[in-house]
């Protein structure tokens, strides 16, 4: 059975990320593309070969088993609930939502309809950290301290909406997710409490009244410690790097260490040193985004059983949420 | 010239094998005597013989040594102020090992004592005298990124027992004597650099601290958050994290995030890297020690300033222990200096 999925939104991540994947992926076909921008919806699904539609009535009208959700943030709930209404599976970006509560109600709607609804918590699919896990379970490295950084040169104005955290959570819910999942993955245990700390270091950041440097430290269910760094405010030039991963695990058993040092690129030293991109998205291989989208499309299918699920997101974006109200209490949180 | 004749009392600090030798081998430094007090008392006497020190088998007797100017204190940390209060009373310049003391009452006892003897008193805290930190100091300082707003660092050791062959470590693992484990052990000098490297002082500190790795009594490796007055941002993780076939033994770095660049310190020290079974760091170069003493040498014999004055080290001691109570109760503290 090949399975008609409909896209909406084709902005960043679409054009960046899954429109080489959804076009790797067999057994699946693009029916359909929507955009609230007539002209990235048309451009969208001609390279899809694909319907391109504005209205999302008449998109969800259409016969389609899963919709995949590629919009900001703020849309995630609204649009996945009406998917999942109109009889849809659904794919959504992280993070889950914008909130706890609209994710709880996202999940809830989906449980009801009786259908699947997956979030593209894509470190899970990406080589690098699925080695990383492996190792750590058959050297048996019991990490007990875990610090991950994911510092991003964010290339957008200040009016953008990844700068608004009314619509992306901030730094903190949007990159945040990425770290709280990981450390809840890698850690096989479940999150008691959150110190964290904000700060507005670019403009962009002050003139939105957001943070674009936070760090969180979690603590974790059997004394262990996480720590997530994430950034839109290291001031170096993008030729170093738009991304870059900092891991460092100290276990019972051995330590492991992943450096942006150990990023497989090519340095190039001409007049100025400069890393070549590997993927359009610097954080994330292109194959991992395939192998996600294959994943769920299997699932669906029920060939496979889900490695993340959408509770996983929730709890990733709750941990994120509790971190925020910790930073404006300056307080301990329980999570 | 003139030299400073120094003697080290105890060897319970593996740093008196350092500093001892340093102060041996240096133009204005003379080893005089040496004290047995303490843990590796059997290593103080062989010391002694190999540098042609005095061997005295008590620092009381040391203390009433005339030819003893100054004294290196590497004692357990529980009787640092009984030692440093002697050393003060007997007129003798003092270098003590951190921290300063088990807590902020003893450490007032030092520095009122040297205070009225006269008598010079520093700490070590080494990476503010390694060439990559005093770069980062200066490049701070000159204004190079900006004005700093993040600091990640790192002070992290390996497990205590492999610090050095042949000398008893014991008493790291008895609180009453150490004051705690691995973080009370090295994040003393991560919070030194902080403090130098901000020019300011935490106005508020959380953590989480705790025994993870190795079973031990104490605590084996502790991450702070730390929240300075004028707005700068700081994580330090510290302990005895580093597992045998780490490359680096001691690791000492910085990460350090300004408004207008971003400074990279990967190691303190110089290295150079040795593969066999293992990839072993080799540090080619390891002024600190060296920094320190000639530093406190200038201080003595020139009368000049102290780099590192006992209320420096009160300060650290107070940031210390303000982690170990927040991780104790999972709550943030503020800080008053």
């Known amino acids: ?335 | 010239m003139r030299k400073l004749n120094f003697g080290v009392i105890s060897y319970a600090h593996p740093h008196a094998l350092r500093f001892a030798s340093v102060i041996a081998g240096g133009k204005r430094t003379k080893l005089v005597a040496i004290s047995g007090d303490g843990s590796n008392s059997d290593v103080a006497r062989a010391e002694a013989r190999k540098y042609g020190a005095k061997f005295y088998r008590d620092y009381e007797a040391l203390l009433r040594d005339k030819n003893v100017e100054a004294v290196y204190i590497a004692i357990e940390t529980y009787r640092h102020k009984e030692v440093a209060v002697r050393a003060a009373e007997e007129g003798k310049h003092i270098l003590l090992e951190k921290p300063i003391a088990l807590n902020l009452r003893d450490a007032d006892e030092v520095i009122k004592a040297a205070k009225k003897a006269g008598v010079k008193l520093m700490l070590p805290f080494n990476p503010r005298f390694t060439e990559p930190l005093r770069k980062a100091k200066e490049m701070i300082d000159a204004g190079e990124i900006g004005a700093l707003e993040y600091i990640q660092t790192i002070s992290e050791n390996v497990k205590p027992p492999i610090f050095l062959q042949g000398l008893d470590m014991d008493w790291f693992l008895d609180v009453r004597k150490s004051g705690g484990g691995g973080f009370m052990d090295t994040a003393p000098h991560g919070v030194d650099s902080l403090l130098w490297l901000t020019g300011d002082v935490p106005r508020k500190v959380y953590a989480d601290i705790g025994s993870k790795i190795y079973g031990f009594p104490v605590d084996d490796i502790g991450t702070a958050v730390l929240e300075f007055r004028k707005g700068v941002l700081a994580v330090l993780t510290a302990g005895w994290g580093n597992p045998k076939g780490y490359s680096y033994g001691i690791e000492i770095k910085y990460y350090l995030v300004g408004r207008e660049g971003f400074l990279d310190v990967r190691t303190a020290y110089p290295d150079f890297t040795v593969y066999q079974d293992r990839a072993e760091k080799i540090y080619w170069d390891r002024p600190d020690v060296r920094g320190i003493v000639n530093s406190f040498t200038d201080t003595v014999l020139g009368n000049r300033e102290v780099p590192i004055t006992g209320e420096d080290a009160k300060k650290n001691l107070a940031v210390i222990l303000a982690a170990y109570e927040a991780s104790r109760r999972n709550i943030s503290i503020k800080l008053k200096f």
Request: glycine fraction near 8%.
């Open chain 1, 1 to 335: 059975m090949e399975l008609k999925v409909g896209v909406i939104g084709c902005g960043n991540i679409f054009n960046l990320a899954h429109k080489k994947a959804l076009r790797g992926i067999e057994g699946i076909k693009v029916v359909a593309c929507m955009d609230i921008d007539a002209a990235r919806a048309k451009e969208g699904a001609k390279e899809l070969g694909a319907k391109a539609f504005t209205g999302l009535d008449e998109f969800l009208d259409l016969d389609l088993d899963v919709v995949e959700i590629l919009t900001p943030t703020y849309t995630h709930a609204e649009l996945a609930i009406a998917a999942l209404k109109a009889g849809k599976h659904v794919v959504v970006e992280k993070p889950i939502a914008l909130t706890v509560e609209e994710g709880e109600r996202m999940i809830k709607t989906a449980e009801k309809k009786d259908l699947h609804l997956f979030v593209g918590h894509v470190r899970r699919f990406d080589k690098r950290w699925i080695q990383m896990k492996e190792v750590i379970k058959k050297r048996n490295i019991l990490p007990m301290h875990i610090r991950k950084a994911e510092v991003q040169n964010l290339p957008f104005p200040k009016g953008y909406w990844y700068w608004d955290e009314k619509r992306s959570g901030g730094v903190a819910v949007d990159l945040g997710v990425h770290v709280t999942d990981f450390l809840r993955w890698f850690f096989e245990s479940e999150p008691v409490s959150v110190y964290a700390v904000g700060k507005a270091i670019k403009e962009e950041a002050r003139a939105n009244g957001t943070f674009d440097h936070f760090m969180m430290m979690i603590k974790f269910e059997g004394e262990k410690t996480g720590i997530a760094e994430v950034s839109w405010a290291y001031p170096y030039p993008s030729r170093y790097g738009v991304f870059y991963h900092h891991v460092d695990i100290i276990g019972k058993n051995g330590r492991i260490r992943y450096t942006p040092l150990d990023t497989p690129v090519v340095g190039v030293a001409k007049a100025n040193f400069e890393m070549p991109r590997f993927s359009p998205l610097l954080s994330t291989f292109p194959d991992a985004f395939e192998r996600e989208l294959r994943h769920f499309f299997n699932c669906i299918r029920g060939r496979e059983e889900p490695m993340v699920t959408a509770e996983d997101a929730l709890i990733a974006l709750k941990i994120a949420e509790k971190a925020k109200e910790s930073a404006r209490k300056g307080e301990v949180v329980e999570v």
